[in-house]
Structure formats: structure tokens, C-alpha cells
């Protein structure tokens, strides 16, 4: 009985932590974005900006809900919820601390490869479901962005696996407890962490939305709470990717003096300071050439990095 | 389509990887840099003295008007803002009798200041004139006027002039010869 009631806590527990850190990422990143730029972010609405946040949502909530007449209506309105739901799914999966996680699943890394594939589907559904010429070909380089980028984020995490011996997460962190696999494995720490920046169509890869180029992208045409759900779910697709590679490449929770969860959550939180903070340095490479960095150097990357790790480990 | 180039054998090389990593590190150590920004309105930005603001007219040192109504602001202004009517008051001053600059069409160049003969319309430091109607944009004279000398303190028109105004005959001014007599006949 206590373990249900417990399993209902920590489930609840991670729902809302993670709809909240998406929710708090919004002001964190312009805090963050405007301190590597020399100036503020939102100061003047509450102590330090924070009420800017939920200003932002009375505004996104009071917003008319239009869709466009030439527009694939059903699809048009699932779009959104599919990334939403396809981030939260792969919540289930982050080991916080040893005992808490919502799922404890055989194939958890697998389980959230499965997730992220899916998630393309939104970017794709909503570039033609708009209807709109900018969304359709901000949706096709989302697509083949995302299905590229995803072949070599799946190749760079068997070296893990190899080394833990099991594609259970918590497995994973468990066996991390003596040297971080970020040692062993830093090809495969590059790798995952670029392709994650990938996934979840961040800068520099972010011509899906290419905010200055393709007019927002596949979802140009969605405005108010749509709209809403799209940011929101990719700020917490960063949050996810932030966790991961926590989880995979940085010892989860193991750290010297501070509970475990405390740790978990800096160095998430370390991870997500260096999304923002990619994202105000890099430039935007152009299609091609993104697509070209992934196939040609990428791909031999995290291939090499398989085939070594496969011979020491066979040894 | 781009082939494969220069460029795509460097990023593979990881080269390019290192330029990234260098941007990365300097962007992060902006953060301990001071930020730009001026935090308007606890703090103000630094106004040179002679910045074109809000639009003033002066006195004289002795308190009267400087305006003399010559016409030369209205006409020298680029967009025909200022609007003023002529009067000459009992004792051989002109004034204005109405002087009207309509804010919304102004745009602080500044040539009306460099026109006026007696340093009388001045450009002040003053940029705070934020109005909710379009009509409470337009300045009457009593708006404009104000009792001070403003930027020139001791300039008086009226006492290097060559006219007879109350308290001041023809030949009295400063630098200013007396008439010539026309019915003496010396030199």
C-alpha cells in the first residue's frame, strides 16, 4: 500500500517538477542569454523578473485560439500534444536518485530512443499540417534533421551500454560509481550531447524555427496555448537531455557530501546553463552543411567510438 | 548543393571544433564583465550640454522677452512646426502674441536655434514629454516660456540693437555709434 502511495508521490512528483523547470526555463534562459550578452534580462516584473513568468503564461492563456482555415484541423491541434507527451514519457525513465524514479524499466535507454523518434512526428505533423509553405519546409528540415541526428545518438549510447552491462538507467548510474563513463566514453559524451542539442532543434540547430530566417518555422502558424505547448515541450526536452546525459556520461547522483538528489539537480541544472550558453555563442550553419556535419563527421565519430569500445570490452 | 570541401574536411578534423570551444570559453567569460545596460529611470544616461531637446523660449537678463517675432525659427524649420503671430506692444517691442510649436511634428534638429537673432528659442537637455493625446503635444507660448536667460546668460538683443525701445534712445546701445545729424554740416 505504502509503495503505491509512494509511486503515486514520486510520478506526480516528476510530472511537475517537470512541467515546472519547462515553465521556469523560459525566464531562466532570457536571464541567462542576457548575462552572456552584456546586458539584463526581465528585471522590472517581480523580485528579479520572476513574475515575468507567470505574466507570459496569463498572456499565452487570454490569446485567441485560431487555427488557420487552410489548415489540417485535427492533426493541427495533436501536433503539439504529441512532443508534449513524448517528453513527459521519457520522464519516466530519469533515474533522480537511487529509489526514485517513476519507472523502473529493463529498457529504459531504449525506451527513451523509442520517445525521441516520436517526438519527430510533431515537428512533421505540424510543418503540414499548418498548411503554410514556411512551416512545410520548416517541418521537412525538421524531420530529416531529427531522423539524421537520431541514428548517431543511438550509436554513441551503446558504448555506454557496453560498459554497464545493461540498458537499465539506473543500472547505468550504478555502475558509475567508481569513474564517471564521461572518461571512457567522451567520444560518446560529444556525440550524445550534439545530437541531443539536435533533438531538441536548439541552437545551433534550430532551423526548424530559425527564428530570423524561416519566420518561426513549423510553428509559425500556431499561436496562444499551441504555441505555448511547443515551447514549453522543448524546453523540456532540454531539461531531458540535460538529465541524460547526467544520468549517463556524469554519475547521476554520486557526489562527495550533498544528497543524492541535491547533486542530480546541479548538474542538470550545470547542463542546462550550458544549452543556453551554446546558444548564445553559435551561429546558425546552413542546412547543408548542419546535415553534412552530421553524415560525414558524426556518424564515423560514434561508429569509431562503438568499434574500440567493443574491442576493449570483448577483450 | 555545397560538395565536399575545404571547409568539411576542417570541421572533421575537429579544427573547427576548437574556434567553437575558444567562442564558448569568451562568451562565458562575458558573464563577469559589467552589463551595458543603463537600468532607466533609477538611472539616467550622461546628456552632453548640448543636446537638441524639448524646445524653450528664454528672457532676456533684465526679464523681458527675447522674442522679437521675426519669423526667421518658422521659416528656417524643416517641417513647418512652429507657428507665431507678430505684435508690437506700446513702446516699439515686438512679441509674439501666440507661439506654437506642435511637439509631434518637431524633430530636434535644431535649426530654429541656430536662426534666432536673439538666442531667444533654445534647445533644452529635456526629453521626458511623453503625452497620452496627440493634442497635449502641441505647446502654446505660456507652455514654452520661461523665466530664465536658459543656455546664454548675458546676451541682450535689445542692448546691442540699433532700436528705440522704452528706457533705451537710438545711439545707446553697446559698440553702437551715435545717429548722425543730417542738419549739422560737419563731417
Keep these: 500500500m505504502m509503495n503505491i502511495v509512494k509511486q503515486l508521490l514520486v510520478a506526480f512528483g516528476v510530472l511537475f517538477g517537470a512541467l515546472t523547470v519547462g515553465g521556469m526555463l523560459i525566464w531562466l534562459e532570457r536571464r541567462l542569454l542576457a548575462l552572456w550578452q552584456d546586458r539584463y534580462g526581465p528585471n522590472r516584473v517581480g523580485i528579479f523578473g520572476l513574475l515575468q513568468l507567470p505574466a507570459d503564461m496569463i498572456k499565452v492563456f487570454a490569446k485567441e485560439d485560431w487555427i488557420p482555415p487552410f489548415a489540417d484541423k485535427a492533426v493541427f491541434i495533436i501536433a503539439p500534444a504529441v512532443i508534449f507527451v513524448a517528453v513527459l514519457l521519457s520522464f519516466t525513465i530519469v533515474p533522480f536518485a537511487p529509489g526514485i524514479e517513476v519507472v523502473d524499466l529493463n529498457i529504459g535507454l531504449l525506451f527513451f530512443l523509442a520517445m525521441s523518434s516520436l517526438g519527430v512526428y510533431s515537428v512533421a505533423l505540424a510543418g503540414w499540417a499548418s498548411g503554410s509553405k514556411y512551416s512545410l519546409l520548416g517541418g521537412l528540415r525538421a524531420s530529416a534533421q531529427m531522423l539524421s541526428y537520431e541514428v548517431f545518438m543511438g550509436l554513441s549510447l551503446m558504448g555506454v551500454v557496453m560498459l554497464a552491462g545493461s540498458f537499465n538507467l539506473r543500472d547505468i548510474v550504478e555502475a558509475q560509481r567508481s569513474v564517471w563513463f564521461v572518461v571512457p566514453q567522451f567520444a560518446g559524451f560529444v556525440v550524445f550531447f550534439i545530437a541531443g542539442i539536435a533533438e531538441t532543434h536548439r541552437l545551433p540547430f534550430d532551423l526548424p524555427e530559425a527564428e530570423s530566417e524561416l519566420v518561426a518555422g513549423f510553428h509559425s502558424e500556431y499561436s496562444g496555448l499551441k504555441f505555448g505547448m511547443f515551447f514549453v515541450g522543448e524546453y523540456m526536452g532540454v531539461t531531458l537531455i540535460s538529465a541524460l546525459t547526467v544520468a549517463l556520461f556524469f554519475g547521476g547522483w554520486h557526489g562527495p557530501l550533498l544528497p543524492p538528489l541535491v547533486w542530480f539537480l546541479l548538474k542538470t541544472f550545470f547542463f542546462i546553463s550550458f544549452f543556453i550558453l551554446i546558444r548564445a555563442t553559435l551561429p546558425r550553419p546552413r542546412y547543408d552543411q548542419l546535415m553534412a556535419f552530421g553524415w560525414k563527421a558524426m556518424l564515423p565519430l560514434s561508429l569509431a567510438n562503438l568499434i574500440v569500445t567493443g574491442a576493449i570490452v570483448l577483450q | ?187
Design chain 2, 1 to 187: 548543393m555545397k560538395t565536399f570541401g575545404d571547409d568539411d574536411i576542417q570541421k572533421c578534423k575537429g579544427l573547427h571544433m576548437l574556434s567553437i570551444l575558444k567562442s564558448i570559453w569568451t562568451v562565458f567569460m562575458t558573464m563577469f564583465r559589467k552589463r551595458a545596460t543603463i537600468q532607466y529611470p533609477e538611472e539616467r544616461p550622461y546628456i552632453p550640454p548640448r543636446w537638441r531637446g524639448r524646445i524653450i523660449l528664454s528672457r532676456d537678463p533684465d526679464g523681458g522677452e527675447r522674442c522679437v517675432a521675426c519669423y526667421l525659427c518658422a521659416a528656417a524649420c524643416p517641417v513647418d512646426c512652429i507657428s507665431l503671430q507678430a505684435a508690437e506692444d506700446g513702446h516699439g517691442r515686438r512679441y509674439p502674441e501666440f507661439f506654437r510649436i506642435n511637439f509631434s511634428r518637431c524633430i530636434f534638429c535644431g535649426f530654429c536655434e541656430e536662426a534666432c537673432p536673439t538666442y531667444a528659442i533654445q534647445l533644452t537637455t529635456d526629453f521626458e514629454m511623453s503625452e497620452y493625446a496627440r493634442a497635449n503635444l502641441v505647446y502654446e507660448k505660456e507652455d514654452l516660456l520661461i523665466s530664465g536667460p536658459g543656455k546664454y546668460h548675458d546676451y541682450n538683443f535689445y542692448r546691442v540693437a540699433g532700436l528705440s525701445i522704452k528706457g533705451r534712445d537710438k545711439g545707446e546701445g553697446e559698440n553702437e555709434n551715435k545717429p548722425v545729424d543730417v542738419k549739422d554740416l560737419m563731417p
